[in-house]
């Protein structure tokens, strides 16, 4: 895909609830906020981002995600605008759960998380057509513009792969060989 606009992926910082170990609170998840290291991590990618003429921010409207991108814009004096396309992957009964559950229930074999869709929740399938729905309209809207989005893993992953022009068996390998996923706090360039 050939684009119009110059992109920065900006995961949220460390959120308050156990991350690594329990999927997003059950009901909650729209809710949860970022701890202190969070705010600091952020803080951090501010400041290097105030040397990157970002034109516009453009974010997932849960909390942590919401808090992340307004450390930025008060370092960059930009509004946000928030696009609910942009939230995490909605993983319907597992929510709330170790994430051990959800994984040995859906990554014996990683490609079937594409068609696989928790109860109430979603497949990578779903996210991904949501995330090209938004990038389509975003480039459809903007041009020449640097343009930070601010969102969670999963969504962001597929962002990035699409904006690359990577398909599902490249993700995959970049994911689960190479560790290659944006982490909590970090930033991507897509140019």
């Not at 995961?11 to 999927?23: A, C, N, S, V």
């Not at 979603?122 to 996210?127: C, G, K, N």
Request: aromatic share 10%.
């Amino acid at each position: 895909m050939r684009l119009k606009n110059h992109y920065f992926l900006l995961r949220h910082g460390e959120p308050t609830w156990g991350y690594k170990e329990i999927i997003y609170p059950k009901g909650n998840e729209h809710s949860v906020s970022l701890t202190e290291l969070g705010k600091k991590q952020i803080r951090t990618i501010a400041r290097r981002l105030k040397r990157e003429k970002i034109s516009l921010i453009i974010c997932s409207p849960y909390r942590r995600t919401r808090e992340t991108a307004e450390i930025v814009a008060k370092f960059l004096r930009l509004p946000i605008i928030f696009d609910k396309r942009l939230i995490d992957q909605k993983l319907g009964v597992y929510a709330g759960r170790p994430k051990t559950e959800y994984y040995q229930d859906f990554s014996r074999d990683p490609r079937k998380r594409f068609k696989m869709r928790p109860k109430n929740g979603e497949s990578w399938q779903d996210v991904q057509k949501r995330i090209k729905s938004f990038l389509k309209d975003t480039e459809k809207k903007y041009q020449k513009k640097t343009i930070l989005i601010v969102g969670h893993g999963d969504p962001l992953w597929f962002l990035w792969g699409g904006l690359k022009g990577f398909g599902n068996k490249k993700l995959l390998e970049l994911d689960f060989i190479k560790k290659n996923h944006i982490k909590v706090g970090e930033l991507k360039e897509i140019k």
